[in-house]
């Protein structure tokens, strides 16, 4: 089966730095990506890793570590706007077709 | 470009009636997924289109639940008959072509269905 474990809720202030796990068991992993939901709004892609290594987009990036089954979301420069919840999914390869899997989720409070 | 259109927004309805979501993809994407997210969790695909083929359908329930995009463009899915459990956010995503190394999912702004 498919499992992924993040945190359910971090805080931290505005300006500062935060790290959002997620560790996952798969079978056929094809690659990590990150999303992000505000309350009541739809999830928007952010960022994807299928190698190891860091990807940087702006105030975001995002690791993966495929020999660890651990990849994480490090947000920069914190912003009010950034509280949201944070989702990792995993893409695997599935029969003829990739299949997509959501983890719960990670509610990040900004405080001022 | 305009985004993925989804409707109703809301829908409240009694337990073991019958309930459709519409949803229109972005122009060109081939690939339409629907998902189920409950109030607190991460998404749960339920069916998974290429142009108007099922890929994935393991965890839709069949004896409730069916999808159709019956012209590879638009697509319905339909609760008959809906429980308690069924509450939550319908989500429906597209991306250009899910086979892709790196397939971006653009997702609409869901339908939350509440059952009384």
């Known amino acids: 089966g498919q499992s992924l474990e993040q945190p359910s809720e971090v805080t931290a202030v505005e300006g500062a730095i935060v790290q959002i796990n997620c560790t996952y068991q798969?079978?056929?992993?094809?690659?990590l990506s990150w999303y992000q939901q505000h309350d009541g709004g739809a999830p928007t892609f952010l960022s994807y890793n299928a190698l190891d290594g860091l990807e940087e987009t702006g105030r975001f990036s995002s690791f993966l570590s495929r020999s660890d089954s651990y990849g994480y979301l490090l947000l920069q420069e914190l912003q009010m706007k950034d509280s949201a919840s944070y989702f990792c999914?995993?893409?695997?390869?599935?029969?003829?077709?990739?299949?997509?899997?959501f983890g719960s989720g990670t509610k990040l409070n900004v405080k001022p | 470009e305009a985004g993925v259109a989804q409707s109703p927004r809301y829908k409240i309805i009694e337990k073991r009636q019958s309930v459709a979501f519409w949803c229109n993809p972005i122009?060109?994407?081939?690939?339409l997924y629907w998902y189920q997210q409950i109030l607190g969790q991460g998404p749960k695909l339920l069916i998974q289109?290429?142009?108007?083929?099922?890929?994935?359908d393991s965890q839709l329930p069949k004896d409730r639940f069916s999808a159709e995009r019956l012209k590879g463009v638009d697509s319905t899915l339909k609760i008959q008959p809906a429980k308690l459990e069924d509450s939550a956010v319908y989500l429906c995503a597209s991306s250009l072509d899910g086979d892709r190394v790196v397939d971006t999912q653009y997702f609409g702004p869901g339908t939350r269905l509440t059952v009384l």
């Open positions: 122009s060109g994407h081939a690939t």
């Open positions: 999914a995993v893409r695997a390869v599935g029969g003829n077709f990739n299949k997509f899997y």
């Open positions: 289109f290429q142009n108007n083929g099922v890929v994935d």
């Open positions: 798969t079978s056929g992993f094809y690659g």
